[in-house]
């Protein structure tokens, strides 16, 4: 089998940094396209990614087969910005590796391109894009998806969209500013909201390999993958929590019954003591994305790889301020006492805030953005990533913000 050349596009940012190690250690082919060069073990390309010529040129030198597109601005910028960026220099990607006929493109979407400030609840690819977006930087990001998903098939590029939520992990500035910020003005005893929405973080190792999977599924898909689905009950992910048992099949506890059936005993058995596929058949209701009837309805098959957008996350959705509570723990904060601000409250304090920010003419830290991303439950199914692509997290959130922590400290010359 011939190997792709990839070439990473963003490649010197905090996820593409990731993707161009793991590439590197399996011994793949890999150069960047960036605007800067941070790192010298990969052939680089300095380029703008709206400049067409710039990027066919980079294609051509490279003889890229595989593109994966990383880059996109960080949130708080202006949405011009995150138009020309994440809309037309996608726009630009696609042409130039159509241009260049190059096979493959994976393109690094965005969790929050369905979110427009409400309760997410484990909700699956299924769910259309918001009539209203959160702000500039998912709506470009849902746009930019919709492309490259448009472009499936033209030329032969054969293209895939990845939605990782909330990455976190070694090399992050955006993210571990923010936790250290609180710390530095010890406000980590302030809570805004009841802490009972879940959130999905995802560790950037496993949304890297999660890349990677797509890339090689893209040319080589399943072709059991029908059958897994109908058959297959996925385990628990236990990276965190450890070992449990979940209710995935028709094989179940049966609970108090007056008259249990005559397979109550097996299949409560099957149950408890793990069996086969026959003794532990998949429970899909017709609310599944995967039962019968919404695999005959759907718009386009979503068991292919081309094509289509995966959620990716570490499938360990916790309370929003529990996470960054174990971000200050590992920095050596011990705070015990705590103060809840209601979320209502919150977000009138957080417009007071924005409205004298601007009438001082400063960028305002507190805002009604942070108000709601800290409020609002944002959790997403993965199963779909798990059985078409076969990924499955590999690094805790726990373990993840202990990465990331020794390495913030290591990168500040913080000691303990």
Known sequence: MVRDIYMVIGGSGFLGRHIVEMLVARGDSVCVFDIVQRYHDV????????????VEEALRKSGTTCIIHTASPPHGLQPPIYWKVNVEGTETIIAAAVAN????????????????????????????YPEQPFDAYNETKAKAEEIVLKAN?????????????????????????GFTQVLKNKQTHWQIGDNTNLFDWTYVGNVARAHLLAADKLSNPDPDVHVKVAQRPLPSIELTTGSRVLPTSLARPMGPAVDPDADAEKREAAFRNGGTVEERPIARSRFDQFSE??????????????????????????????????????????TTKLWKLPAGVGLQLATAAEWWSWLVGK????????????CTSRWYNIEKARQVLGYEPEVSV????????????KEQNISG
Do not use: C
Request: no cysteine.
């Open 398 to 409: 726990l373990d993840g913000i202990k990465r990331m922590v020794d390495w913030y400290k």
């Open 293 to 334: 009837k919404s695999l005959e309805t759907a718009e386009s098959d979503p068991l292919r790889v081309d094509g289509q957008a995966f959620f990716i996350t570490n499938g360990e959705p916790l309370y929003f301020w529990d996470f960054a509570r174990a971000v200050w723990f590992e920095m050596g904060d011990r």
């Open 43 to 54: 052939p680089f390309y300095s380029g703008d990614l709206t400049d067409q010529n710039s």
């Open 101 to 128: 006929k190059v096979g493959k493109l994976v393109y690094t979407s965005s969790a929050g391109v369905v979110y427009d400030g409400n309760d997410l609840v484990n909700i699956d690819e299924r769910l259309d």
């Open 153 to 177: 098939g033209e030329g032969g590029l054969l293209t895939v969209a990845l939605r990782p939520s909330g990455i976190f992990g070694p090399g992050d500035r955006q993210a571990m500013h």
């Open 363 to 374: 960028e305002p830290t507190f805002t009604r953005y942070r108000v709601t991303y800290s």
